[in-house]
């Protein structure tokens, strides 16, 4: 009897909750309404933010970069420069590394491009001024990385989407140093050893020799293009041949001419990086490109694509650059010409630059060939 009431109560129970639950429930209030609706977004909102933020953000980032030349070529120890900096700055919180592949020929260029993004392991392939048929046939098969093609060399209307045309902007930072050879030459004859008549090489030239004839308009301009990225030995001939024709300041936009400067006791402007400790006693100052702004700027760009969907937007009208005023360019410091430059020359420096950054002075990109005098 025990076992069967106790049934029964079970049976009873049951019975009353399930007619409870199929009875009609009285209507909700419109506060009740709104209060639940907002409750229900805000679940929501939270719930999207928990899944964006729960650790669904990458806390790593690698890049690979490829180069035609070694790290030593001032152009591409200016951008491991810049690549260290944004290291250091853990952009995203981001820890970044980065490889280094030098002396990849053109032809090359597509193989090795495919090989890293097969891997999966890199966020961004980033290469020199060369490798344009590399990032067009590589990059539409991997649309969540970010392709780079760094300086001329590129068609930008081929550009676009994960494809990204940069460069540097430098004829502001070359025109300061203009200013100074064209103060200081005894000769009134001053020189540039460069690679290839290409626009981003000519247009730091240009800056250069309207700096110095804008503050000495008798200055007469000896040039010479040694048709190579890299070639010391020839880059340093074509410095002796102008220092014979009486230069006695050279801007050196390729590696080499420091050895002849030296040797001739007359003076020298580095590009890119600072080189004075290469040749102290002759490199017044150099021509710094800071790639810090760009590469800064394609990691926001696959951070957001890679977080929160944002598709990427590469222009194909322009590169991405960034002026003096935006922290793309300067010069170096004076080091141990700082004594020698007479202090209205590098006052004038200080106003020229000033001028520039504001605005109240603009150094136009010219990227005609230099002729020469």
């Known amino acids: 009897m025990n076992k069967r009431f106790k049934l029964l109560v079970y049976v009873f129970i049951v019975m009353a909750l399930v007619l409870g639950a199929c009875s009609p429930a009285a209507a909700p209030t419109d506060a009740a309404k ?4 907002a409750t229900e977004a805000a679940a929501t909102e939270a719930a999207a933010t928990e899944a964006a933020t729960s650790g669904t953000e990458p806390t790593t980032l ?20 810049a690549m260290d900096r944004v290291i250091a700055a853990k952009p995203h919180g981001l820890t970044i590394s980065y490889t280094f592949q030098e002396n990849i020929d053109t032809p090359d260029g597509e193989r090795v491009f495919g090989e890293l993004a097969a891997t999966g392991e890199y ?20 649309p969540d ?34 200013i ?14 460069a690679s290839y008549p290409y ?53 050196a936009e390729r590696f080499g001419p ?38 800064n700027a394609i990691i926001d760009a696959w951070w957001n694509h890679t977080v929160n969907g944002t598709p990427y937007s590469a222009s194909n009208e322009s590169a991405l650059y960034f002026l003096m005023k935006d922290g793309g360019s300067d010069i170096a410091p004076f080091h141990n010409f700082d004594s020698i430059i007479p202090q209205d020359v590098k006052d004038l ?13 603009v150094v136009e990109e010219n990227g005609n060939e230099v002729k020469g005098d």
Not at 62 to 78: C, D, G, R, S, V
Not at 123 to 138: F, Q
Not at 263 to 282: H, I, R, W
């Open 349 to 361: 420096v200080a106003a020229t630059k000033a001028d520039i950054i504001s605005g109240k002075l």
């Open 123 to 142: 966020g961004i392939i980033w290469g020199d001024s060369v490798y344009p048929d590399a990032i067009a046939a590589v990059a539409p098969q991997y």
């Open 199 to 251: 626009t981003n090489v000519n247009a730091p030239l240009n800056g250069f020799i309207a700096g110095a004839k804008s503050v000495n308009p008798d200055v007469k301009v000896k040039m010479n293009y040694i048709n190579s990225w890299y070639d010391p030995a020839k880059a340093k001939e074509a410095a002796l041949s102008e220092i014979a024709s009486g230069a006695d300041y050279i801007y």
């Open 258 to 295: 420091f050895e002849a400067t030296s040797e001739k006791s007359v003076f020298a402007f580095g590009q890119y990086v600072d080189q004075n400790a290469l040749a102290p006693e002759t490199v017044v100052s150099s021509t710094l490109a800071l790639w810090d702004p760009c590469i």
């Open 34 to 37: 709104t209060e639940a609706a």
């Open 62 to 81: 690698k890049i690979a970069i490829l180069a035609t030349t070694t790290a030593e070529e001032p152009w591409n120890t200016a951008l491991l420069q």
């Open 145 to 178: 990385m970010a392709f780079v093609g760094a300086g001329s060399g590129y068609d930008v209307t081929q550009m676009g989407e994960n494809r990204y045309l940069v460069d540097v902007r430098i004829q502001e930072a070359a025109y300061l140093n203009g």
């Open 180 to 193: 100074i050879a064209g103060k200081m030459t005894k000769s009134n004859v001053i020189g540039a050893v």
